[in-house]
């Protein structure tokens, strides 16, 4: 099936087969490497995208549900203030987990979230990572949320 959807920013034009993940079509077709496979049962956020605004795992959605979706990887955040925060607080570890928490982060801090460290956490309960405590990534998205409100304000006044 032929669908068409916007990837970091661009349209794109692809097939997509009946029983596709997204993964494996972002992935394999379309090599978006910062999604990647960790578990492949939505446990784990390495495969994390923004879907229309929200944060799922690429692993569980059907490719063809992409059809007409606003997507965005880690690669398409690339520039953002979010990705300087991860690299200025040592955020980035082995880096495989780093595009799933940086998708789950980027959706927090697009969605108003605070800087409140439970709030942080809960957001970012389905990604996992085995290099660290988290106390880097946490402190990332603290910094992002006091950024990205400074930075509206700057815009509002």
Not at 52 to 69: T, Y
Not at 112 to 117: H, K, L, Q
Request: aromatic share 8%.
């Amino acid at each position: 099936m032929k669908i068409r959807f916007r990837l970091n920013g661009r349209w794109i034009e692809t097939e997509a087969q009946p029983f596709q993940r997204a993964l494996d079509l972002l992935r394999d077709t379309l090599d978006v490497i910062s999604v990647k496979e960790g578990c492949g049962e939505g446990e784990c956020g390495a495969c994390s995208i923004l879907y229309n605004g929200k944060q799922v795992l690429s692993c569980l959605l059907p490719a063809v549900q992409l059809d007409g979706a606003e997507v965005w990887t880690a690669e398409g955040l690339l520039a953002t203030p979010l990705l300087r925060a991860f690299e200025e607080e040592d955020a980035l570890q082995c880096g495989f987990c780093t595009p799933g928490f940086v998708v789950a982060a980027y959706a927090y801090v697009l969605n108003g979230g605070s800087e409140d460290a439970a709030e942080i956490r809960r957001a970012l309960a389905g990604n996992l990572c085995r290099c660290t405590g988290y106390t880097h990534i946490l402190r990332a998205v603290q910094r992002a949320v006091k950024e990205h409100h400074a930075s509206s304000s700057e815009k509002r006044g």
